[in-house]
């Protein structure tokens, strides 16, 4: 409904093409709800959560590595216009499934971690190893920007790059690690 171009549905009927692509184009919300549907697909048809969460974390290597060279195929050439629209930046998705979906997936494969070692020793242990693991990826990214070789020439690194997206995901690892060390340290008190 956030994108609906009037009130009125009778006026949505009369739209003009471009304002129904505009309501149905794939925003934050729908990447979210699309990646987490095909998450929860995948658990119904594998039946196992080792190969489930082995899957999605292949799954994000695959969609980073995958992105520079999806990111600049037309995709209405391949698919349905509103299904197209979908698959990468080109015409009006402002979050498409190439590179974002990595990001859920990334995140789901994490939170089966986190519940596996909560309320254990180890929880510190993978909040360290998250944090440090941050640290280097953004560091690394920084690096790679500088190396005289790549492996695709990009036109837009901030969108497709794996580079950027290492220093996007390092910074969030290295947030979540440290301020799981600030509430650990602080022990912030609900204040109602």
């Known amino acids: 409904w956030l994108h609906l171009p009037a009130w009125s549905f009778q006026t949505v009927l009369h739209t003009t093409r471009e304002t129904i692509l505009y309501f149905l184009r794939c925003d934050v919300l729908q990447l979210i709800a699309l990646s987490l549907l095909f998450s929860l697909f995948l658990c119904i048809a594998l039946r ?24 600049y195929v037309d995709p209405r050439r391949y698919l349905p216009v509103p299904l197209s629209d979908y698959v990468n930046g080109m015409h009006s998705a402002l979050f498409p499934l190439f590179p974002w979906a990595a990001y859920s ?22 909040f360290a190893f998250l944090a440090t693991t941050g640290i280097l990826l953004f560091i690394g990214a920084f ?42 340290k602080k022990k912030p008190q609900d204040s109602t």
């Open 143 to 184: 690096f790679l920007f500088y190396v005289p070789w790549q492996y695709y020439q990009y036109v837009d690194p901030a969108r497709s790059s794996p580079r950027h997206f290492m220093m996007k995901i390092g910074f969030i690892f290295f947030m979540l690690g440290g301020l799981w060390y600030y509430e650990q």
């Open 105 to 126: 997936f990334a995140g789901t494969f994490l939170g089966w971690i986190y519940l596996r070692v909560r309320n254990t020793e180890k929880e510190g242990r993978f």
């Open 48 to 71: 196992n959560k080792k190969l489930v969460i082995a899957t999605l974390l292949f799954l994000t290597l695959a969609i980073i590595f995958v992105t520079p060279f999806v990111y």
